[in-house]
């Protein structure tokens, strides 16, 4: 079945960077989600990645994908105090009707 | 961006009562919609996937009758718990997605405390 992995928790200063790291079990995904979650909201989407592509940067987010070690990383450039929040990888693969396997969150922490 | 509204936000009430819980997408056609049930400092679990005019496909474990799901409109899905009980409590995320490869947009949750 699938399975999906994160580190529980990460403490960065502000104006470091943040890697949030997943790794993933099932090697027929198609998409990989990052999404963010502030407490008692919804899942805000923050950027994807197709499986045949490698890295993908939007603004301070870069996502990195090493296939082959079922790997994915979200790193955060100049992290800030409002990028507190939980962070939540996500496969989605074929077969599985449209539906995403969450990871288990990482509780991401930024302290001045 | 694409905007999907979970409503309400909270909601109380005692033992025994049935709640609904609407999700609807705001500015696209919400072929498929998802329901998920969070518990605290836990990752989402889906309950179920609906298809627009069809009967939800539920998630093993999930009770059918217990967890009422309609989707009758490209716009609006919801999630009716009957006679509701305290073990019921936890907060429930809807996400929709049209019919293109688009990622799964998500309301903000509904929080819900059976007394």
């Not at chain 1, 995904?29 to 963010?36: D, E, I």
């Not at chain 1, 499986?51 to 940067?57: A, F, L």
């Not at chain 2, 509701?84 to 809807?94: K, M, V």
């Amino acid at each position: 079945g699938e399975d999906v992995e994160q580190s529980l928790f990460l403490s960065v200063r502000e104006g470091d960077s943040s890697v949030i790291n997943c790794t993933y079990t099932d090697s027929s995904s198609t998409y990989l989600y990052w999404y963010k979650q502030e407490p008692g909201a919804g899942l805000q989407l923050l950027t994807y990645i197709f499986s045949n592509m490698d890295m993908k940067q939007d603004q301070r987010l870069t996502v990195l994908l090493n296939k082959k070690d079922k790997h994915l990383s979200l790193r955060i450039a100049d992290t800030q105090t409002g990028d507190s929040a939980i962070y939540f990888c996500a496969e989605r693969f074929t077969g599985g009707g449209n539906k995403l396997t969450f990871g288990t969150g990482t509780q991401l922490k930024v302290e001045l | 961006g694409a905007v999907v509204s979970q409503h309400p936000s909270w909601v109380i009430c005692k033992s025994g009562t049935s709640v609904k819980i609407e999700c609807r997408s705001l500015d696209f056609q919400a072929t498929t919609m998802f329901w998920y049930r969070q518990f605290p400092k836990q990752s989402l679990m889906l309950m179920a996937t609906s298809n627009e005019g069809s009967k939800a496909t539920y998630e093993q474990g999930v009770e059918k009758d217990k967890f009422l799901i309609n989707h009758a409109s490209l716009t609006l899905s919801t999630l009716t718990v009957t006679s509701a009980h305290p073990e019921d409590s936890s907060f429930y995320i809807c996400s929709a997605r049209d019919n293109s490869n688009q990622p799964q947009h998500f309301g903000d949750g509904t929080r819900l405390s059976i007394l």
